[in-house]
């Protein structure tokens, strides 16, 4: 039977003033990759960066493998075996592709070595002594989730790591992400391309205003599509 590996409870967060999610539900068992759906605005983000702490403030209960995780400090999150990759890629314009692959600490056992992480992306064993400015966007994505893989995290939030890149560049992620759910990794993704997630994920969870309100399997998806569209827009 599977593990749970991170269990959200009535998950409420606020940037300030603003109450941005509203009671959010939801699991994640070891092995799974869960999509994240829905429109600009609906929470999907939040989310993540509700789990690690990141907001200004948040109630509720966030268990990684059964221990509670709301009331500690991010780094702290991150030592329970979760790896965040925001949207926003993070990469150091003075370092080289391999000093911010080596930047991050190791927070667990079992984190790749260098030497498996490039066999993962040639692009970044070619590109080690590039700067990171010099990177393509796609090669700037690949470093920053193969950033993460050294660390020892088991649990992987990536937050629209598809987002702007050419369809081959994507296509590589699609595959990084099959080989990581084969080696065991549990990934949450967050996603606008749903022709890229569609296939990759086991179970996907559609927000609309800081809440879940819809779940289905991989297997259900044809018989949701239509609803999809109405959520989704696409």
């Known amino acids: 039977m599977s593990k749970r590996f991170l269990e959200v409870m009535d998950l409420h967060a606020w940037y300030g003033e603003s109450h941005v999610l509203h009671g959010v539900n939801f699991h994640v068992d070891e092995g799974e990759v869960v999509t994240l759906l829905g429109r600009n605005g609906a929470g999907r983000t939040s989310t993540l960066r509700a ?7 948040r109630k509720g209960s966030v268990k990684v493998h059964g221990t509670e995780s709301i009331g500690l400090p991010t780094h702290r999150i991150a030592r329970l075996g979760i790896g965040y ?23 667990a056992e079992g984190g790749m070595a ?60 699609a595959e990084m992400v099959v080989a990581l759910r084969k080696q065991g990794y549990t990934i949450v993704m967050v996603e606008q391309n749903f022709r890229f997630a569609a296939p990759l994920a086991d179970r996907f969870l559609v927000m609309e205003h800081g809440q879940v309100i819809q779940e289905f399997t991989q297997s259900e998806l044809p018989a949701r599509m239509e609803r999809l569209h109405e959520y989704l827009g696409v």
């Open 85 to 107: 990759c925001p949207e926003e890629r993070g990469i150091f314009a003075s370092l080289s592709a391999q000093e911010n692959l080596l930047l991050p600490p190791r927070l």
């Open 114 to 173: 260098v030497e498996q992480i490039y066999a993962m992306f040639p692009n970044l064993k070619e590109r080690a002594g590039s700067q990171g400015t010099r990177l393509s966007g796609g090669e700037q994505q690949m470093l920053a989730v193969a950033r993460i893989l050294r660390t020892g995290a088991k649990l992987l939030l990536l937050d629209e790591i598809s987002e702007g890149l050419a369809p081959v560049i994507v296509h590589k992620l």
């Open 51 to 57: 789990i690690m702490g990141l907001t200004g403030s």
